[in-house]
């Protein structure tokens, strides 16, 4: 199994919002940005594994400026960093009106997926190797993340989370 930069998982989503994807107040509703985003998501994850996979978490997801009617939707999903079956997606979202002619940020997540084998079972994935300054950054903070997740979900001890306690230790 070969290694992987973060690059060639890269994947580029656009969607217009239209009528249907908005609320009382004509923004973007939510929960239809994030299945976009998990649709993007999904297709990073696949490109870098070679194999069909599976949301297991997403993190907290801010909402930093909304979304309009008739607004472009610009979602960037990226591996940042695979461990053994599973790959953080770092997404980042834009928003865009043509009509004034300006792009703005909506929003940033992560998402965790799983790489499945043809019997469902979890299955190991490539390694990653990021190249630019911003892609070692999100791989050097994916495995604080993960942790932390680990931790929120019951499958860590808060005591054997030696990434997140060297950032305490070192606070002094």
Known sequence: MHSKKSADSKVEMTELVLPNDTNFYGN?????LMY???????MAAWKH???????????????????KLGNVVHIEAKVSRAFNTSMEIHLKVWGEDY???YKYQSNEAYFTFVALDPNGKPRKVPELIPETEDDKKLYDGALRRRQLRLILAKKMKPADATELKALFDNAS
């Not at 973007?28 to 239809?32: A, I, P, T, V």
């Not at 949301?55 to 979304?67: C, H, K, L, R």
């Open 28 to 32: 973007l509703m939510g929960g239809r």
């Open 36 to 42: 976009w985003m998990d649709v993007a998501a999904a």
């Open 49 to 67: 594994c070679n194999a069909p996979c599976v949301t297991a978490s997403v993190d907290n997801i801010s909402f930093v400026s909304p979304i």
């Open 99 to 101: 009509t004034q002619q």
